[in-house]
């Protein structure tokens, strides 16, 4: 079946945290509640975050955590990846679904 | 006596390792004290000390001296005259994280010892923070739950609980449960600000729940404002924020998750007057200058430190090409995926010996332990070898 929603995109609010629990060598990311519903994500499923011209795709899980911002990522190798001088704890990029996350 | 945890800057001193089991320590130094060592390596292949030290000196020219913040203040020193000697950039994380937060503190006088607060402390205001990962064991050590001094009966009736937060994080979570604790999720720190400061005007501001946190703040003398770095990214102009202190008389302590960096940055200002300085250029380095430094080094010397963890790749991009040297006692993305010309490996800060500054200003003091790997070298002593 055609999955429709691969299609979209959003711009999002994204916060930079220190997560122990889930940074690590695969790149996860916490979605909120509201942002999976509309973007049609579940836990498990990946997420293209664009940022500029850099991309990085993440393993989303649905997370009380991420409520009042839309994408919460653990600081590490992918934040960085992601992140700008300008402000690494907290800027804006664009989610689309993807398939399989990214890892060292 | 225990061994200090250098996994964050709590550097809890409780810390016990017996039969190989570690006890009281958090998830994260955990992690610290069991992660994977380090070995000293040149071009790939192991070697000892001596040969490694001999290779590094070769390749440091002109370089840019990066990390700093983990390592006890003994070795900042030594990589202080190291880059003094070699006319080195000396670059650590605060510009992007918590330096801007601790000369603010400076600044303003208004520190105050977490055991101070332990004992006397009333409301523990977190902005822009959340200990629950990167200062694990803050709230029960030194501000919600303990029962101590005068705070007998601890969170139940003797403390309150403030977060404040564009995310409803875990600390922010404790707050929202808990009957002694208030959640405020902001959408601009700044406004937060002036809702605080109208509200000790008797005005009424965006948050009005800025009444409560004023009318908690009278129960007691000694309150204080905790800020991590979502604060600093929040407002950057920190102007009202000191205002702020000063007119609700409460105490202000940064946040900085990095173990020593409140050490390194007390170092600088010290020697060099800024958090961090060019030597060879003779010049104070600021955030917009990261890329200019990254950029026009010729080798670089990563100390206690994980750039392609904690730096955005678009300045570490800006290395590809150069020498990289890493000191460091557990492996690191970095060395894993970029060429690394040497690697030394050295004595974890939490069994080498030493001190560190906490984020509250005190000094701790590291006792050296018996270690897992004796033949490995402190920070200091490899820094001493590199001059």
Known sequence: ?104 | MGVVCTACSCLCDDIVIKDGKIYHACRKGCMLLTGEREKTRVEGGEADVEKAVERARELLKKPLILGLDNVCCEAQKAALKLAEETGAALVDHSLLSGGELIMFARELGREIEFEKFRDEGYLSFYWGANPHNSLPRHLSRFTYYPRSGKRQRGYEEDRFLVVADVRRSETAKIAEKSKSGLFLKVEKDGELVDSLLKAAEGKAGKYVEAARVLKEIEKAEVNAIFGGSGLYWGLRDLTKLGELVEKLDISFVPLTSKANMRGFAELMMKKAGSLCYDFGEGREIGLEDLPAVFESCKSVLVVGADPMRTFPHSLVEKLAGKDVIIVNSLKSVTSRVIDVEVVIATELSSFSGGRMIRSDGVEVEISSQPSSQPESLRDAEVLEMLR
């Open chain 1, 1 to 104: 079946m055609f999955e429709f929603t691969k299609l979209m995109k959003f711009d999002v609010r994204v916060v930079v945290a220190e997560d122990i629990l889930h940074e690590g060598d695969k790149a996860k990311a916490l979605c909120s509640r509201e942002l999976a519903e509309k973007l049609g994500v579940r836990n498990g499923d990946s997420i293209r975050l664009t940022r500029g011209d850099v991309s990085v795709c993440f393993e989303a899980e649905v997370s009380e955590f991420a409520e009042g911002v839309d994408i919460v990522i653990p600081s590490g190798y992918f934040a960085a990846r992601l992140a700008g001088l300008e402000n690494p704890k907290r800027f804006e990029a664009e989610v689309e679904k993807c398939d399989g996350a990214d890892s060292i």
